[in-house]
């Protein structure tokens, strides 16, 4: 692919008044350092969401922070041309402009950053990074991206050779280095997306799906710092289409990482480190069978600490949710129906109010938003209308 041109939301993706807004998760994970996804915020308060289109262009759209909760109308919308064989991630760089990256129909990975801040048309065209270390065969599945607490910009994604890549910025919102790589388990290949995460001392852990079907992680020694190597945390990870993963991470009120994957039968499970940066981890529990097979669960913490998880269900395809009963906790709230007809796994992020915000795709591959009725509340306002794009999924 020539580069014509990256995603979302990811965005869960800031300037000040967004850290301050979110101290408690600052505190945690070190600021600046924040994950990318389908869904960013930026300084004003506004979200960022973008997604791929079927045609393999994407679409991002913007809702201004006096909108935040307002119906469809509120979006405003930008086309990014080119073609992506990925889902597309956002964040926003140390300073303050977004950047989107996905993976080329060449497989190898493209970004595209934004010359303006607050300028949704001003990104300038797509570039590479490769630098003479793109592994061989290239990339499979969507990137993962972080920004670091020095500021940089970390990406990952797995290659086809089974193995974990990762490309870290030169200098803040500049250049790329080459690629490097985390390796293997051994004879075990990664066949899912990566996933990130930022401990409570602000070290990264890496997570994916093997060819065995376990859940593997891998972890900093410090912020900043080395790889520690492959760990298996067992599990038996749902066997789904390998452009997709199942794999969703967050941290909890006491600072510890609680991994959420959807496990063989459709059964949504978690496990939780044992206390905050460890390397060894509680036994799994489980949240709740009936997901459906080909999905990713997303969570997002409440202001007040607790977790919601939110599946696509296997009953009716609808959206179902589940909270914690109190923060920290190992049990969890019944499930609750969020929206009827769903075709995709969710993406959620919190806004600077802490209110969350869910996205899923509806029967016609529109983007629906939920949002949180209030902070910490178990209802969502459910009735808005599609927003205008169709995406090939999120």
């Known amino acids: 692919m020539q580069p014509l041109k990256r995603f979302l939301p990811l965005c869960s993706l800031f300037l000040t008044t967004a850290f301050l807004a979110i101290a408690s998760r600052a505190a945690l994970a070190g600021p600046p350092a924040r994950i990318g996804g389908r869904v960013a915020d930026v300084g004003d308060g506004s979200l960022i969401l973008v997604g791929r289109l079927p045609n393999g262009d994407v679409a991002i759209g913007q809702k201004k ?8 109308q509120a979006w405003g919308w930008y086309g990014l041309a080119g073609v992506l064989a990925s889902q597309p991630v956002t964040v926003v760089n140390a300073n303050n402009k977004l950047i989107v990256f996905g993976r080329g129909t060449d497989n190898r990975m493209y970004f595209r950053q934004q010359a303006t801040i607050g300028d949704l048309s001003s990104f300038v065209w797509w570039d590479v990074i490769d630098s003479g270390t793109n592994p061989s065969g290239g990339f499979r599945n969507d990137p993962a991206l972080v920004r670091l607490g020095d500021g940089k910009l970390e990406v990952f994604g797995t290659a086809n050779d089974g193995s974990m890549y990762t490309s870290t910025q030169n200098t803040i919102a500049g250049s790329w280095a080459g690629w490097s790589s985390l390796g ?82 459709g059964t949504v499970s978690f496990r939780v480190q044992s206390f905050p940066s460890a390397t060894t981890w509680n036994a799994w529990g489980t949240l ?18 607790r977790l919601t998880v939110f599946f696509w269900a296997d009953y009716g395809t609808s959206l179902a949710y589940q909270s914690q009963t109190a923060p920290g906790a190992s049990t969890w709230n019944n499930w609750t ?58």
Not at 201 to 215: P, Q
């Open 184 to 265: 293997k388990p051994g004879t075990i290949k990664f066949v899912s997306s990566p996933v990130v995460a930022i401990n409570a001392n602000g070290a990264l852990s890496v997570f994916a799906r093997g060819s065995n079907n376990e859940l593997w992680t891998n972890q900093q020694t410090a912020a900043l710092g080395a790889w520690r190597g492959w760990s298996s945390l067992g599990g038996a990870l749902q066997n789904i289409n390998p452009t997709r993963d199942c794999i969703a991470v967050d941290y909890d009120s006491n600072g510890r990482l609680v991994a959420i994957v959807n496990n063989a039968g």
């Open 288 to 305: 709740l069978g009936g997901a459906h097979g080909n999905t990713r669960p997303a969570v997002a913490r409440n202001t007040d600490g």
């Open 65 to 72: 922070g006096s909108s935040l909760y307002a119906g469809p």
């Open 337 to 394: 129906d969020a929206y009827p007809k769903v075709t995709s796994s969710p993406v959620m992020f919190d806004d600077w109010n802490g209110i969350i915000h869910v996205f899923a795709l509806d029967a016609s591959g529109y983007p629906r938003e939920l949002i949180q009725t209030s902070a910490n509340a178990n209802t969502y306002n459910t009735g808005l209308g599609p927003l205008p794009y169709q995406f090939s999924d999120l």
